[in-house]
């Protein structure tokens, strides 16, 4: 376990996310999943609103009323977005998140990285503000830039408001450089911010699934051909320690200390296991692998710019 920024609140290595997760199972498969999640020694679950997904959140709620924990064995992490702001306020769309999961509070609130021109002390309060009415214990951002996320703690702190505690970054054995590069550093050192590691195996490409059929993350920074390009390189690396590119993949993110927990996606109980080994592996060899892990980034990562929600809806689906 592992302790989000300075909330006090721990949270397990890994975190079990819910994009193109839960919509791909029977309801008895995920129940089985989350399951055999939290008792592998998983506590912290990741879920949000999907536009192309929009019953996620009704499917886990659910899904808590069956599994074999209670809500309060585990931490959730939600999130909220700006595709209806500031028409419907952030405290508006997590109360009707609050809804659909069928839970009065979450432990986490993930903010949307700011769109050009937003006001980002405003929006801090506004995110501070779900904290202090009790939706949530602690919140943070989603991919912001370093130098925002650092206003917004800053504004916060000055204002005796409650600061983020969390960033949500891509961040893998290619996609190293926004979180080890220097402007990160200053900020997670200076504020006592954790990192919420995300895309760790680039949709399966580092795994070896070179052309995931199903949709994976943005490829910010176009990089995703030369990312195709190194895993040869990434599995000879994992080769030298006698591990699969997977389990290389997940102790290298795991290694970093500033990193709180990494966000995974898996459809199948095995997932889970292999990913277990790779934080195994980070706690017994994490030097070993960061070592190999020098010089497979591709420094033109970039940090994913705001959304434009132009994605599809599921067809007929009336918001």
Same mark, same amino acid.
């Given at each position: 376990m592992r302790t989000i920024g300075t909330t006090g609140i721990e949270v397990s290595e890994l975190s079990l996310g819910s994009w193109n997760t839960y919509s791909r199972l029977s309801f008895e498969a995920n129940v089985a999943l989350v399951d055999h999640a939290f008792r592998s020694g998983i506590r912290f679950f990741d879920v949000a609103y999907y536009r192309d997904k929009p019953h996620t959140e009704v499917l886990f709620g659910r899904m808590l009323q069956e599994a074999s924990f209670a809500r309060e064995d585990i931490v959730l992490a939600e999130k909220v977005w700006f595709f209806d702001y500031p028409e419907r306020s952030l405290a508006a769309q997590l109360d009707a998140s609050l809804r659909?999961?069928? !839970?009065? &509070?979450?432990? =986490?609130?993930?903010?949307?990285?700011? %769109?050009?021109?937003?006001?980002?002390?405003?929006?801090a309060e506004e995110a501070?503000?779900?904290v202090t009415s009790g939706r949530a214990r602690a919140w943070g951002g989603l991919n912001w830039r370093p130098e925002l996320i650092h206003r917004a703690w800053a504004h916060c702190r000055?204002?005796?408001?409650?600061?983020?505690?969390?960033?949500?970054?891509?961040?893998?054995? !290619?996609? &190293?450089?926004? =979180?080890?590069?220097?402007?990160?550093? %200053?900020?997670l050192a200076e504020t006592g911010i954790s990192v919420h590691a995300s895309d760790s195996l680039e949709g399966g490409i580092l795994t070896g699934t070179l052309a995931p059929v199903r949709k994976i993350g943005l490829d910010i920074g176009g990089i995703r051909e030369e990312i195709r390009a190194r895993v040869p390189a990434i599995q000879a690396a994992a080769a030298e320690l006698g591990v699969t590119a997977a389990e290389f993949a997940i102790a290298f993110a795991v290694s970093k200390p500033e990193v709180c927990s990494?966000?995974?996606?898996?459809?199948?109980?095995d997932q889970i296991d292999a990913n277990l080994r790779g934080v195994e592996l980070a706690a017994t060899r994490g030097d070993e692998v960061r070592r190999l892990a020098a010089g497979l980034g591709i420094d033109a990562h970039e940090i994913d710019p705001p959304y434009a929600h132009a994605a599809p809806l599921t067809d007929e689906f009336v918001a």
């Open positions: 659909r999961l069928a !839970v009065e &509070q979450v432990d =986490v609130i993930i903010v949307e990285h700011p %769109r050009e021109g937003m006001d980002v002390e405003a929006l501070a503000g779900l000055e204002r005796g408001l409650p600061k983020p505690e969390l960033v949500q970054l891509k961040y893998s054995l !290619v996609r &190293q450089n926004v =979180v080890d590069g220097p402007d990160y550093a %200053r900020v990494l966000l995974f996606g898996a459809t199948r109980p």
